[in-house]
């Protein structure tokens, strides 16, 4: 049903559009609304273009990306905005991949 990569979420400084995967509209309402304020901001401190893709394995990963042209792209604070993005919401991402893995990829979760 999946391939390799399952976009999340994401959103593009150049088109000022965010984009949320349908395929997850059963997400709780304030986590959607979470993850777009959170790609939003994103986009609008550092420019490009923010991606929340899913692997194969169910881990959750940041892309980003920007036009080669793109001059005002901050590479350096997108790296280190991707990182405190990571340390601030961990539990909610944490919570993404954990429901991704069991809903998605049908894994069993054995109690810790």
């Given at each position: 049903?999946?391939?390799?990569?399952?976009?999340?979420c994401?959103?593009?400084?150049?088109?000022?559009?965010?984009?949320?995967?349908?395929?997850?509209?059963?997400?709780p309402?304030?986590?959607?609304?979470?993850?777009?304020?959170?790609?939003?901001?994103?986009?609008?401190?550092?420019?490009?273009v923010?991606?929340?893709?899913?692997?194969?394995?169910?881990?959750?990963?940041?892309?980003?990306?920007?036009?080669?042209?793109?001059?005002f792209?901050?590479?350096?604070?997108?790296?280190?905005?991707?990182?405190?993005?990571?340390k601030?919401?961990?539990e909610?991402?944490?919570?993404?991949?954990?429901?991704?893995k069991?809903?998605?990829?049908?894994?069993?979760?054995?109690?810790?």
């Amino acid at each position: 049903m999946y391939q390799e990569k399952t976009v999340l979420c994401g959103a593009s400084s150049y088109e000022e559009k965010y984009y949320f995967n349908e395929d997850f509209s059963s997400l709780p309402e304030a986590v959607r609304n979470e993850l777009k304020i959170m790609c939003v901001l994103f986009v609008s401190e550092v420019g490009g273009v923010l991606t929340l893709e899913f692997q194969e394995d169910g881990t959750l990963c940041f892309q980003v990306g920007s036009q080669e042209d793109d001059f005002f792209f901050d590479e350096i604070g997108s790296g280190l905005k991707i990182k405190a993005l990571q340390k601030e919401k961990q539990e909610l991402l944490a919570s993404l991949e954990l429901f991704y893995k069991v809903f998605v990829l049908n894994e069993e979760i054995e109690d810790a």
